[in-house]
């Protein structure tokens, strides 16, 4: 992650916390997702323009190349945590990025302390970690047909070689 210091809204945990502060200091609502976002899709950026509209700034966190190998397997990612940021930052509703190197974003959660985490409606209220440390939690309708795993297989189908 140390070569993420060149991203200037790529922020370190600490350095994230200081800023979420300051800017709900000021009154501004944050909202955080997360995910591995390792190849982006449709539903990704459903999910940040819906999740944006719930406040003023909206923080991504993402899996760290380690925790997304831990939790998709050896041949991922396909898309290195540096890349993943700076693709984050490029779209519009996407104000910083934090990556974690745990399986889940409780760590991030309760240190940041963001108004609002947005998720997709794939997890159960009851399932979204980090839930006991924002004020709501907002879930959205997940786009049928559009997933990484589901982008992947399509990619094999079309390309891997066939005697």
Do not use: W
């Not at 991203?7 to 979420?20: F, I, N, Q, S, Y």
């Not at 979204?128 to 440390?133: D, S």
């Amino acid at each position: 992650m140390e070569a993420l210091k060149s991203l200037d809204r790529a922020l370190t945990r600490k350095e994230m916390r200081l800023e979420v502060a300051r800017l709900q200091k000021i009154g501004k609502k944050v909202v955080f997702t997360n995910g591995c976002f390792d190849l982006l899709h449709l539903g990704h950026v459903s999910l940040f323009k819906k999740a944006k509209s719930m406040g003023d700034v909206l923080i991504v966190g993402i899996n760290s190349d380690k925790s997304l190998r831990c939790l998709k397997g050896l041949k991922r990612p396909l898309v290195g945590e540096k890349d993943r940021a700076k693709l984050l930052l490029s779209l519009k509703p996407v104000d910083y990025v934090i990556v974690f190197n745990e399986h889940t974003p409780k760590e991030v959660l309760r240190d940041i302390r963001p108004d609002i985490l947005a998720k997709s409606c794939d997890y159960k209220l009851s399932e979204i970690i980090g839930r006991e440390f924002v004020k709501k939690v907002y879930r959205f309708p997940f786009v049928k047909g559009k997933s990484t795993t589901a982008l992947i297989n399509l990619i094999v189908e079309r390309y891997a070689y066939k005697k």
